[in-house]
């Protein structure tokens, strides 16, 4: 069973930075499709960042662009999603999810990038418990 778990939330003010990780483990395959997702209070969940690993392609919200950068350690595995220039609106908990699956055949990894970085999260199985990120003005 694959498990994921977040580290590096905190409270930072406006205009600071942050870097998430997310620690995998457990796998039976790999992912081909990792991501970091958000939810405010009272809001619901949205993308912010995904990456097709197979060739590194990524999704971004509009209202993260420039701002965050995903990533991935391939060795470890760990997915990282560094944050720059933090606004209040940015104040959430964030979520880790991938999939665990055979790398797509010869054929399908077109179809299988564009499902990761679609922003509904359809390409993902599994998801950590969150870390809270809290942005001050």
């Known amino acids: 069973q694959v498990q994921l778990v977040e580290s590096g939330g905190g409270s930072v003010q406006a205009g600071g930075s942050l870097r998430l990780s997310c620690e995998v483990s457990g796998y039976t395959y790999g992912s081909n499709c990792m991501g970091w997702f958000r939810q405010a209070p009272g809001k619901e969940r949205e993308a912010v960042a995904t990456?097709?690993?197979?060739?590194?392609?990524?999704y971004y919200a509009d209202s993260v662009k420039g701002r965050f950068t995903i990533s991935r350690d391939n060795a470890k595995p760990t997915l990282y999603l560094q944050m720059n220039s933090l606004k209040p609106e940015d104040t959430a908990m964030y979520y880790c999810?991938?999939?665990?699956?055979?790398?797509?055949?010869?054929?399908?990894?077109?179809?299988?990038?564009?499902?990761?970085?679609?922003?509904?999260?359809?390409?993902?199985?599994?998801w950590g418990k969150g870390t809270l990120v809290t942005i001050s003005s």
């Open positions: 990456i097709y690993t197979g060739g590194g392609s990524t």
């Open positions: 999810a991938a999939d665990d699956r055979p790398l797509p055949a010869r054929g399908l990894s077109t179809a299988v990038a564009a499902l990761c970085l679609k922003p509904d999260a359809s390409a993902l199985d599994y």
